[in-house]
């Protein structure tokens, strides 16, 4: 959004209150990034401005839970902490920073914040080099430190997305980091912000546009083959924001070849189901 600071404020000022009052219709963005994997960018195509291609709405956090296995959690883990679905994360952090770069946006900068988050140098390597490039690391001393940095880059129109630990965040800073990304759409920015949350807050509220949750699959093997299987996992909508009937939708997705670009896996593409509504497996990649 353009204009004097004074209409700023005063948009600010509006989405604040539609927040505060539960609304459900505050336009969160002008544009989406698609996250490549077409059956779920058809399911989010009206989170964006109406033109037709979905995706995660510019201007807002989207956190992703997990990873549990079949949906359990060991309390063991929950002790050493848990495991983030990283090759997804990386996949959508790339897809967020080659969106800014095809508009006005370019040259933005993806945001890693709390080591925890923070990928493998190995993992950078082939189609993920240009990422690196574009990646600042930030590890914060404490809590109130995440949270102000969070807020801080989603708030900068320099920042195409923000990759954060988003562990033990409560409604009031959760309202805080979703507002600090509408802000930064409202200055010209509009880059994502994805939270990385355990399984076990799923119950949590939060203001974030949308909630996923990621569970491993098991991978179907092949006695003819002599390379390892590559891994799988399932994301399910739990929470999209301004549409409760997208929720409980569910796909597979598959890590990808030596690329590493997380794709669709070709033996549930053309699986029967019910795929058309959003609620079964992924037809198309």
Known sequence: MEGSPEAVRRHLREVIRRVEQGGSEVRLADSCVPTGWN??????????????????????????????EHGTEAPSERERGWILPMSLLMHLAARAIRAAGEGEGGGRAAVWIGSRCWPSPSSFAGVYAELLGRS????????????????????????????A????????????????????LARGGG?????ARPAWECGAISAAATRWMVRREITPGSASSHSPPRPRW????????????????????????????V?????????????ADGRGFARSA
């Not at 399932?234 to 590493?260: K, M, N």
Request: hydrophobic share 45%.
């Open 191 to 195: 880059g994502i912000g994805l939270l």
């Open 165 to 184: 630990d988003g562990a033990r965040l409560g409604m009031a800073e959760s309202r805080r980091v979703q507002l600090a990304a509408e802000a930064g």
């Open 234 to 261: 399932s994301i399910e909508l739990s929470r999209c924001r301004g549409s409760a009937s997208r929720s409980g939708a569910r796909w597979v997705l598959e890590g990808g070849d030596e690329t590493g670009v």
């Open 136 to 163: 600042i690391f930030l590890e914060p001393r404490d809590r109130a430190s995440r949270l102000w940095a969070i807020e801080l880059c989603l708030r900068s129109g320099a920042i195409g997305v923000v990759v």
């Open 39 to 68: 059956a779920v960018d058809s399911a989010l195509a009206n989170q964006g401005a109406g033109a037709g291609i979905g995706g995660l709405a510019r201007g807002a956090v989207h956190e992703w839970l997990g990873i549990g």
């Open 263 to 275: 794709c669709v896996p070709a033996d549930v593409v053309d699986r029967p189901g019910s795929a």
